[in-house]
């Protein structure tokens, strides 16, 4: 158990990112797969396609509630700055997402080869800028967040982002999440959970997310994003 002075353990922040590396890093070359006309595939993608966005949505969310008006608060002339590029990431993503399920909307009627083309572009557009803002948060918040946040409060922020994922979600995100995880890192995240959650997500996690994968990407065991860094092992 932490008290409320430990410092943030930001490692669980490296495999959310890896997460979302490899399931936006996908979507356009699903996306361009479809078979002008398929709907059928096309509803299937939309919804996974919503599904990730609702899960980036929530994740940026919290971050804006209770990562940045504490680093701003606590923090040195230095964070000023960094914060102010994260929160124009996230601004420009919410744009990109915006769009993005504009496309989607014309393109899941009738699977259409230029409306799918379009909605590709847009997705390539975002994982660009996703890609980028991972990585320098990584580079320069996370070094922050252990410096200037509690572990508590770390906690507080991943609960946050737990509470405004879609119903009954939760085992699916888990598994995706899991996939490329540190065991420790894993460990660490389960322990603050009540048991019979620890146990559901343990149980249900990896299941829902094969089933998923094997719907979305033709296999259980998806491309992964990336090696694994040093922080993460």
């Known amino acids: 158990m932490t008290s409320p002075e430990t410092p ?23 996306v361009r797969d479809v078979a002008a006309g398929d709907t059928e595939r096309a509803h299937l993608l939309a919804e996974h396609i919503g599904f990730l966005t609702a899960v980036l949505e929530a994740h940026h969310r919290a971050e804006d509630i209770h990562l940045w008006p504490k680093l701003l608060d606590r923090g040195s002339e230095e964070v000023g700055p960094v914060v102010q590029m994260m929160e124009g990431h996230h601004e420009r993503i919410e744009q990109l997402t ?9 393109w899941r009627q009738d699977a259409a080869a ?8 847009v997705l390539d557009g975002l994982y660009g800028v996703l890609y980028e803002h991972m990585g320098l948060e990584e580079q320069h918040i996370l070094p922050l967040a252990e410096k200037y946040v509690t572990a508590t ?9 737990g509470a405004a994922l ?5 085992p699916l995100v ?3 999440t899991l996939y490329e995880a540190n065991p420790e890192v894993i460990e660490n995240t389960l322990s603050s959970l009540p048991s019979e959650v620890r146990t559901m997500l343990e149980e249900q996690g990896p299941r829902d997310f094969a089933a998923h994968s094997e719907r979305v990407h033709g296999t259980p065991t998806p491309h992964r994003s990336a090696p694994l860094k040093p922080s993460q092992r």
């Open 8 to 30: 943030a353990d930001t490692r669980d922040m490296y495999m959310v990112h890896a997460m979302f590396r490899r399931e936006f890093a996908a979507l356009p070359a699903l």
């Open 98 to 106: 915006v769009q993005s399920v504009a496309a989607l909307g014309e």
């Open 114 to 121: 230029e409306r799918g083309k379009l909605l590709a572009d």
């Open 153 to 161: 409060e770390w906690h507080a922020m991943a609960g946050s982002t």
């Open 166 to 170: 879609p119903p009954g979600k939760m």
């Open 174 to 176: 888990f598994g995706m």
